[in-house]
C-alpha cells in the first residue's frame, strides 16, 4: 500500500510538472506573437533590417523606366525619379494602416510622384534640346499618371492589410490567454511546491525539467525549418518583397529559438540551484 501510495504521488507531481511545461511552452509562444505578429515595430525594424525601402525604391524606378521606354526616353532618365526617402515615408503609413483598423491608407502626396517623373522627363528633353509641343506636354502627363499608378501598385499591397487587421482582432484575445497561462503555471508550481512538503530543492529541481522542457520544444521546431532552408523557396518574384518576407520569417523563428534557449539556460540554473540547495540542507 505504502509503495502504491508513494508511486501514486510520484505520477501526480510528474502529471503537475507536464501540464505546468505545457502552460509555460503556451505563455513563451504568445509572449513571442506579441512581440512579433502583433507588433508594428517589429515589422519596420524587419523592413528596415532587409533594406526593404532602398530595394523597393530601385524596383519602383526600374519599372517606371522601363515602362516609358516604349516612349522614347531612355534608360537613365527615370532612374532615380523616385527617392528612398519618399518610400519610406508611405511604406511606414502602410504599416501603421495595418496594424490600426480605423486608419484608412493613402500615398502621402501623388502629386509630388506626378512632378518628380515630369520634371526628370523634361530636364532630359531640354538637355537634348527636344523641342515641346501639345503632343509631348500630353505624353509627359500620361508618362507621369503611369508612374503614380506604377508607384501605387508596389507600395499598397492589399493581402498585407488584411494579414495585419485580422491579426490585430486577436491582440486581446492573445494578451487575455498569456496572463491566464502565466497564472496557471504558478498556481500550478504552488501545487507542485505543496505536493513536496515545502522542500525547495525538489521544486527547482522540477522547474529545471519544465524549463529545459519548455525551452526544447521552443527552440527544435523553428531550428529545423532553418536548417532545411524552407524560407528560401518562397515563390515571390519581387526581390524586395522576397529578402523583406525573408528576413521577417526568419527573424520571427530565430526569436523563438533565442527565447527557446533562454528557457533551457533559465532551466539549467534551477538544476545548479537544486543541488545547491539540496548539499546545503543535507550538510546540516
Not at 496557471?184 to 505536493?195: E, G, H, I, Q, V
Not at 523553428?222 to 524552407?230: A, D, Y
Not at 526581390?239 to 533565442?258: G, N, P
Request: glycine content about 6%; charged content about 20%; aromatic content about 14%.
Amino acid at each position: 500500500m505504502k509503495k502504491r501510495g508513494h508511486l501514486m504521488k510520484v505520477t501526480s507531481r510528474f502529471f503537475i510538472a507536464f501540464l505546468s511545461s505545457v502552460f509555460l511552452f503556451a505563455f513563451l509562444i504568445l509572449l513571442t506573437l506579441r512581440l512579433t505578429l502583433f507588433s508594428e515595430n517589429y515589422i519596420a525594424k524587419q523592413a528596415a533590417k532587409a533594406d526593404y525601402y532602398t530595394e523597393l525604391t530601385e524596383e519602383i524606378n526600374r519599372q517606371i523606366e522601363n515602362s516609358s521606354l516604349g516612349s522614347n526616353i531612355p534608360k537613365g532618365v527615370l532612374d532615380q525619379a523616385i527617392s528612398k526617402e519618399v518610400v519610406k515615408i508611405d511604406v511606414d503609413k502602410y504599416f501603421q494602416a495595418m496594424y490600426n483598423t480605423g486608419t484608412k491608407y493613402e500615398i502621402s502626396d501623388e502629386s509630388k510622384i506626378h512632378d518628380a517623373v515630369s520634371k526628370a522627363i523634361t530636364d532630359y528633353m531640354k538637355e537634348k534640346q527636344i523641342q515641346v509641343t501639345p503632343e509631348s506636354e500630353l505624353a509627359v502627363t500620361g508618362l507621369s499618371d503611369n508612374a503614380v499608378k506604377i508607384y501605387k501598385g508596389y507600395i499598397e499591397l492589399p493581402f498585407l492589410v488584411s494579414y495585419g487587421r485580422k491579426v490585430m482582432n486577436y491582440k486581446s484575445k492573445l494578451v487575455l490567454f498569456m496572463v491566464i497561462c502565466g497564472v496557471l503555471w504558478a498556481l500550478l508550481s504552488f501545487s507542485l511546491y505543496s505536493s513536496l512538503r515545502g522542500y525547495v530543492h525538489r521544486l527547482l529541481r522540477y522547474w529545471a525539467y519544465i524549463w529545459v522542457g519548455s525551452g526544447l520544444m521552443m527552440a527544435v521546431v523553428p531550428g529545423i525549418i532553418l536548417l532545411q532552408g524552407s524560407l528560401k523557396k518562397l515563390g515571390i518574384q519581387s526581390k524586395a518583397m522576397y529578402d523583406f518576407i525573408q528576413t521577417y520569417l526568419s527573424s520571427f523563428l530565430w526569436l523563438f529559438i533565442v527565447i527557446g534557449l533562454i528557457s533551457i539556460v533559465a532551466g539549467i540554473i534551477f538544476g545548479v540551484l537544486s543541488e545547491v540547495k539540496r548539499k546545503q540542507l543535507f550538510s546540516t
